[in-house]
């Protein structure tokens, strides 16, 4: 399955501000499959284990906080290529770099609020979907 799945989370701000709709559009039309769907308001625990690989990084706490502080929907997709097409299609981390046209441009309030996460490697595609779902919850 390496090489075709790619994880993303819709964060809290953006779903605050009514984006969920908006950007699942522009996803699937740019020929992403959803394997896997949820909403789910993460525990300060869980946001910590996802992103701990950012552990010793100065900005770790804040994000661990903002990721933790409302719910956020998690979503497994199928594509060719699916991390780095996600990547292209959402672009730069910071959205002050993002190219036109990218979701974080378009929808993004800052780094930390940049609206979408994506996974940056198969392996972490891998890693990251086996956090949110179990077998049984991808089609
Ligand atoms: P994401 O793709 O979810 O992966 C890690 C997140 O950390 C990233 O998006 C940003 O929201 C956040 N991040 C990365 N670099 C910084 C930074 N320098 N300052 C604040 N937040 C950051």
């Known amino acids: 399955m390496s090489g075709n799945i790619t994880l993303s989370i ?5 779903i605050k501000s009514g984006f969920i709709g908006p950007i699942m559009a522009i996803i699937t039309e740019a020929g992403f ?34 990721m933790s502080s409302g719910p956020v929907v998690a979503i497994m997709f199928k ?12 672009g730069n981390t910071d959205p002050s770099k993002a190219k036109e046209g990218t979701i974080r441009k378009m929808f993004a309030e800052s780094l930390q609020r940049n609206a ?5 490697s198969d392996e972490n595609a891998i890693i990251e979907s086996d956090f949110f779902f179990a077998k049984k ?3």
């Not at 060719?80 to 292209?88: I, K, S």
């Not at 979408?116 to 940056?120: I, K, L, N």
């Open 137 to 139: 919850e991808r089609f």
């Open 33 to 66: 499959r959803i394997s896997a769907i949820k909403s789910v308001k993460l525990t300060i625990g869980q946001a910590e284990e996802f992103y701990s690989v950012h552990k010793s990084k100065p900005f770790y706490n804040d994000l661990v906080e903002f």
């Open 79 to 90: 594509k060719e290529n699916a991390v780095e097409d996600f990547r292209e299609l959402i």
């Open 10 to 14: 819709i964060k809290p701000f953006a």
């Open 116 to 120: 979408v996460h994506g996974s940056d």
